[in-house]
């Protein structure tokens, strides 16, 4: 209801205090920069104008290195997209693509996809951004010499030199493109193309490939997928489905929530992956993320088939008949001589043994010796 403007007291103290918030937005950390700029969209949008203000923090903060591999960079992507969905300024909402695209190049393969999701849902409702896959740069662009000049502090686009003459970089007369302006609006963007979405044509990533080929209209078919990406192609969910294990799907309430509202990855949703399954699939219905286990499936089944068992070296001899052979030998042992008799063997032991009075004598004569030899030893020193 505050927000919403329904309370115009609170809405107008909100409003005096636009110009902390604003603050926040550029010194506290990320995850209060976000909340703080959503904050702040919801303010504005009850005056029914976002202002040129807003959209400079946001094209700002996707300078931010920490945030494609931040937590709260799903928010971000919502925040961005709700803002540019209701924007009326081309040049803008390209400026922002650009520089989402030239983040998601060193990135993440989740970041990616996001980025590829986030383009073709925004091309949807803004049919003029299909002109940044259609622009071609000119030969004379890319081989006219550059001319680097300081950057002044204003943000006046026209303001004059020192000498009285404007300070522009021009190509043949055209502004080019500055990815540093300040201002999204005035980045030159009509003059260059959006390449970067080319060379994720050849990611690693077969889903990004894919995406980024129909956006290019290399493929056919629309993008039809509903997921959360930051989820379903995390190294977390891929290494639980190459686990195959099978996981007892949840039934309760905040697990169907959750799920409602793609929080939960793919991996808990659906059948685990087994061999005999997706070698079977039709290969038109395996999705490009699930490509990678049908290949590996494959090879493990050649090499299973390729694997011959190793026989065993014959000598001639089968085990049967060595066992049959040593227990007829043995036999014949026994019958040679007369059977063991145990109560001879324990009689010869004992015959064997020494008397005790023999130990005694033994144990004499040897205390007797040892007192002759301690004698002569005392008389030999008393001589000398």
């Known amino acids: ?97 650009k520089r989402l695209f030239q983040l998601a190049l060193h990135a993440e393969p989740p970041f990616v996809i996001a980025s590829l999701l986030f383009f073709y849902r925004l091309m949807a409702i803004h049919q003029g951004l299909k002109t940044l896959l259609t622009f071609k740069e000119s030969e004379g662009d890319m081989d006219e010499e550059e001319h680097f000049v300081d950057a002044k502090d204003s943000d006046d686009e026209d303001q004059p030199a020192e000498n009285g003459t404007k300070i522009e970089s021009e190509t043949n007369g055209k502004a080019s493109y500055n990815p540093f302006k300040r201002e999204p609006k005035f980045s030159g963007i009509d003059n260059t193309c959006l390449w970067e979405i080319t060379l994720l044509s050849n990611h690693f990533h077969p889903t990004v490939r894919k995406f980024a080929a129909v956006i290019l209209g290399k493929e056919r078919g629309p993008i039809d997928y509903q997921g959360n990406p930051f989820l379903d192609f995390s190294v977390g969910n891929f290494l639980e489905r190459i686990e195959l294990k099978k996981y007892r799907k949840k039934k309760s309430t905040g697990f169907i929530k959750l799920a409602l509202k793609n929080r939960v990855r793919i991996s808990k949703l659906e059948d685990p992956l087994t061999v005999e399954g997706m070698l079977k699939k039709d290969k038109s219905k395996v999705r490009s993320n699930e490509a990678f286990f049908v290949r590996y499936f494959e090879q493990q089944q050649r090499r299973k088939e390729q694997t011959k068992p190793r026989k065993k070296k014959s000598t001639g001899i089968e085990e049967e008949e060595i066992d049959r052979y040593a227990d007829e030998l043995f036999e014949q042992e026994l019958k040679k001589g007369d059977a063991f008799d145990d109560e001879q063997w324990f009689a010869d032991m004992d015959a064997a043994e020494p008397e005790e009075e023999e130990i005694e004598d033994d144990m004499g004569e040897y205390t007797e010796m040892l007192e002759n030899v301690g004698d002569e030893d005392n008389e030999d020193y008393e001589e000398n």
């Open 1 to 97: 209801p505050l927000l919403a403007g329904k309370d115009p007291k609170f809405a107008a103290a909100f409003e005096e205090k636009i110009d902390e918030f604003f603050k926040m937005a550029h010194t506290s950390p990320l995850k209060i920069r976000i909340q703080t700029m959503t904050l702040i969209y919801q303010i504005l949008k009850t005056k029914g104008e976002i202002s040129d203000r807003f959209f400079r923090v946001l094209y700002e903060m996707l300078l931010d290195a920490d945030l494609k591999d931040s937590s709260v960079c799903e928010s971000f992507l919502d925040l961005l997209f709700t803002a540019l969905k209701g924007d009326h300024s081309i040049q803008r909402i390209k400026t922002f693509a």
